[in-house]
């Protein structure tokens, strides 16, 4: 599965990354305007979250 961020200026979903296997601390830009969109770590805490409501929603929707 691929995931795209939205870059919350621009909505490009191209984002610079500082090396080729990234580090929870490494800083992630937007390739377009280069807009901080945070840690690694911390895109990959929101997105295991994201994940976590969508596949709760789903459970919920198959016990009705």
Same mark, same amino acid.
């Given at each position: 599965?691929q =995931? %795209?961020?939205?870059?919350?200026?621009?909505?490009? +979903?191209?984002?610079k990354?500082?090396r080729p #296997?990234?580090?929870?601390?490494? =800083?992630i830009?937007?390739?377009?305007?280069?807009? %901080?969109? /945070? +840690?690694? /770590?911390? =895109?990959?805490?929101?997105?295991?979250?994201m994940?976590n409501?969508?596949?709760?929603a %789903? #459970? #919920?929707?198959?016990?009705?």
């Amino acid at each position: 599965m691929q =995931i %795209e961020v939205p870059c919350p200026k621009c909505r490009n +979903t191209r984002m610079k990354f500082p090396r080729p #296997q990234p580090i929870d601390s490494d =800083i992630i830009t937007c390739f377009s305007c280069n807009f %901080e969109l /945070g +840690t690694y /770590g911390s =895109i990959k805490a929101k997105m295991v979250a994201m994940l976590n409501r969508v596949a709760a929603a %789903e #459970q #919920q929707q198959k016990k009705h």
